[in-house]
């Protein structure tokens, strides 16, 4: 069993930053691919980003590449989302998943643990 809690999540300008953290409890963290995850008001759950178990791999959906940073710290526990270039566009709930495969995965069946969620808002 893996459990996820998010933090890091507010309201920031347009253009601002901000850091997601999922901290993860359960022995097998440091073997599972963590994604992130995020839904928008009357959207479904989109893919963001996705990093391996020992972070050589990570992968980002189009919307955010090249702004977002995916990165993982297994002796903590932790995977880290970083923001950058925020737009309204990404006002989201953001979710950390677990899966308990390796390797990265983009789609939402492929993770087996979810946390709780955190909001995201940026404003124009």
């Given amino acids: 069993q893996v459990q996820l809690v ?29 994604g992130w995850f995020r839904q928008a008001p ?3 759950r989109e893919f963001v980003a996705a990093i391996s178990w020992n972070g050589g791999s990570t992968t980002y959906s189009d919307s955010v590449k090249g702004r977002f940073t995916v990165s993982r710290d297994n002796a903590q526990n932790t995977v880290y989302l970083r923001m950058n270039s ?39």
Avoid: H, I, N
């Fill in 6 to 34: 998010e933090s890091g999540g507010g309201l920031v300008q347009a253009g601002g930053s901000l850091r997601l953290s999922c901290a993860a409890s359960g022995r097998t963290f440091g073997s599972s691919a963590m």
């Fill in 42 to 44: 009357g959207k479904e």
């Fill in 86 to 124: 925020l737009k309204p566009e990404d006002t989201a709930v953001y979710y950390c998943a677990a899966r308990k495969g390796s390797w990265v995965g983009v789609d939402l069946g492929q993770y087996d643990y979810w946390g709780q969620g955190t909001q995201v808002t940026v404003s124009s």
